[in-house]
C-alpha cells in the first residue's frame, strides 16, 4: 500500500501537466489573431516623437516616476505636432483618464506576458 502512493501521486502530477499543456496551447492559439493587432500597436508606440522622451527624460528622477507620454482624450484639445501625445504626471489624472491609463497598462502588459509565453513555447520546442 505504501509503495502505490508515490505512483498514486506521480500519475496525478502527469495529468494535472498534461492539463496545463494542453490549456497553455489553446491560449496560445486563441491569442495567434490579437498578435497581428499587438504587432500594430508596437509600431504605433515606436513612432512616438524623441522630443517627447527627450522631455521626460530631463525631468528630476521623482518626477520622472509620475510622468506618462498620455494620449489626449475627448475635449482637450489635440497638439498634432506630437500626434495627439503630451507628457502627464499620472498623480493628477481624471477618473475618466486614469481609467482608461491603467486599461491601456493592462493591455500592454498582457501583451508583454504573451511575448514571454510564446518565446518560452518556442525554445521549448526547439
Known amino acids: 500500500m ?3 502512493e508515490p505512483v498514486r501521486i506521480e500519475v496525478s502530477e502527469i495529468r494535472r501537466i498534461r492539463s496545463l499543456s494542453s490549456s497553455f496551447r489553446r491560449q496560445t492559439l486563441s491569442f495567434r489573431s490579437s498578435s497581428a493587432a499587438s504587432v500594430e500597436e508596437e509600431h504605433e508606440r ?10 521626460v ?5 521623482f ?6 507620454l498620455f494620449e489626449d482624450v ?4 489635440v497638439d ?5 501625445r503630451r507628457v502627464v ?6 477618473d475618466v483618464e486614469r481609467h482608461l491609463f491603467i486599461q491601456r497598462l493592462i493591455k500592454h502588459i ?5 511575448k514571454l509565453l510564446t518565446k518560452i513555447r518556442e525554445r521549448i520546442h526547439k
Open 89 to 94: 504626471d499620472v498623480t493628477k489624472l481624471g
Open 46 to 55: 515606436d513612432t512616438i516623437d524623441p522630443s517627447l522622451w527627450a522631455t
Open 110 to 114: 498582457e501583451n508583454d506576458n504573451l
Open 2 to 4: 505504501d509503495e502505490r
Open 80 to 84: 498634432q505636432e506630437n500626434g495627439g
Open 74 to 77: 475627448r475635449g482637450v484639445e
Open 57 to 61: 527624460e530631463r525631468l528630476p528622477t
Open 63 to 68: 518626477e520622472r516616476l509620475r510622468s506618462s
